[in-house]
C-alpha cells in the first residue's frame, strides 16, 4: 500500500501570482516544496515581462503553463509571454490561439485541454465531455463543482473507469474528498496551493497539508 501511495500521489502545486516579481518567489517556493509538478497560471502575467521569471537553465521540476482565459486586447503579450516560457515547460494548458506559439517553441510540449465547471456535472454529461477534450490532448482535464457529496463518487469514478490520461476532480469544499483522492483512483495528478490564502481554486489543500494526508495514508 505505501508503495501504492508514493507511485500514484502526484501533487501539482499551482501558483497565481499578480505579477512578475511575486511569480519569481512563489515558482522557487514550488520548485523546492514536496510537490512533483509545478504549474504556473499567466492569467495575472499577460501584460508583464517574463524576463528572470524563471531559475537559470531547466527547472528542477515539470512546468505547467496555464492560462484559462485570453483576451483579445492582450494577445500579442500573451504569445511573447508563451513563446519565452514554453521551452522550460512539459505541459500547456492554453487556449487554442496560443497553442501553436507553445508548440513552435517546444515540439515536445505535452498538450492539456481543460473544462471548468461552476456547477454538477451528471456522469454521462462529465463522461461526454472528458471524451471530447482528450480528442486533441495529450491529457484531458475537467474540474467541476461539487453540490453534494455524491459529486466527490462521480468523479473518482470517472477518474478510474476511463482508461486514457486525465484529471479529474470537484471544486468547493464539498469536493475536497475528491481531490485528496483522485491519483489513486487514475487521474495523473491532483492540485495544492503553495500555502492557505494562496489557491488558485475553490476547496484546494495546501501542499504541506496534502503531504502529511499522503504520509499518513501510506504508515
Same mark, same amino acid.
Given at each position: 500500500?505505501?508503495?501504492?501511495?508514493?507511485?500514484?500521489?502526484?501533487?501539482?502545486?499551482?501558483?497565481?501570482?499578480?505579477?512578475?516579481?511575486?511569480?519569481?518567489?512563489?515558482?522557487?517556493?514550488?520548485?523546492?516544496? =514536496?510537490?512533483?509538478?509545478?504549474?504556473?497560471?499567466?492569467?495575472? *502575467?499577460?501584460?508583464?515581462? /517574463? +524576463?528572470?521569471? &524563471?531559475? !537559470?537553465?531547466?527547472?528542477?521540476?515539470?512546468?505547467?503553463?496555464?492560462?484559462?482565459?485570453?483576451?483579445?486586447?492582450?494577445?500579442?503579450?500573451?504569445?511573447?509571454?508563451?513563446?519565452?516560457?514554453?521551452?522550460?515547460?512539459?505541459?500547456?494548458?492554453?487556449?487554442?490561439?496560443?497553442?501553436?506559439?507553445?508548440?513552435?517553441?517546444?515540439?515536445?510540449? =505535452?498538450?492539456?485541454?481543460?473544462?471548468?465547471?461552476?456547477?454538477? *456535472?451528471?456522469?454521462?454529461? /462529465? +463522461?461526454?465531455? &472528458?471524451? !471530447?477534450?482528450?480528442?486533441?490532448?495529450?491529457?484531458?482535464?475537467?474540474?467541476?463543482?461539487?453540490?453534494?457529496?455524491?459529486?466527490?463518487?462521480?468523479?473518482?469514478?470517472?477518474?478510474?473507469?476511463?482508461?486514457?490520461?486525465?484529471?479529474?476532480?470537484?471544486?468547493?469544499?464539498?469536493?475536497?474528498?475528491?481531490?485528496?483522492?483522485?491519483?489513486?483512483?487514475?487521474?495523473?495528478?491532483?492540485?495544492?496551493?503553495?500555502?492557505?490564502?494562496?489557491?488558485?481554486?475553490?476547496?484546494?489543500?495546501?501542499?504541506?497539508?496534502?503531504?502529511?494526508?499522503?504520509?499518513?495514508?501510506?504508515?
Amino acid at each position: 500500500m505505501n508503495s501504492l501511495l508514493k507511485n500514484r500521489a502526484r501533487i501539482c502545486v499551482s501558483v497565481l501570482p499578480r505579477d512578475t516579481e511575486e511569480a519569481r518567489h512563489e515558482i522557487h517556493r514550488a520548485m523546492i516544496s =514536496k510537490a512533483g509538478i509545478v504549474e504556473l497560471r499567466l492569467d495575472n *502575467l499577460a501584460s508583464g515581462s /517574463a +524576463a528572470n521569471l &524563471l531559475p !537559470e537553465g531547466q527547472p528542477p521540476k515539470p512546468l505547467i503553463l496555464t492560462l484559462l482565459e485570453s483576451k483579445k486586447a492582450e494577445e500579442e503579450c500573451n504569445m511573447r509571454l508563451v513563446a519565452s516560457l514554453a521551452p522550460y515547460a512539459c505541459y500547456a494548458d492554453l487556449p487554442s490561439e496560443l497553442l501553436s506559439t507553445a508548440r513552435m517553441q517546444n515540439p515536445g510540449l =505535452k498538450i492539456i485541454r481543460s473544462a471548468h465547471f461552476e456547477r454538477s *456535472l451528471n456522469y454521462t454529461e /462529465a +463522461a461526454h465531455t &472528458l471524451e !471530447e477534450l482528450k480528442q486533441d490532448a495529450d491529457i484531458a482535464k475537467l474540474v467541476f463543482t461539487a453540490e453534494s457529496v455524491d459529486d466527490n463518487v462521480t468523479a473518482l469514478t470517472l477518474a478510474r473507469v476511463l482508461k486514457f490520461p486525465k484529471v479529474v476532480f470537484c471544486m468547493g469544499s464539498l469536493g475536497i474528498l475528491s481531490r485528496v483522492l483522485t491519483p489513486f483512483f487514475g487521474s495523473e495528478w491532483t492540485y495544492a496551493s503553495l500555502e492557505p490564502g494562496l489557491e488558485s481554486a475553490p476547496g484546494q489543500l495546501d501542499v504541506a497539508t496534502l503531504s502529511e494526508i499522503y504520509d499518513g495514508l501510506g504508515e
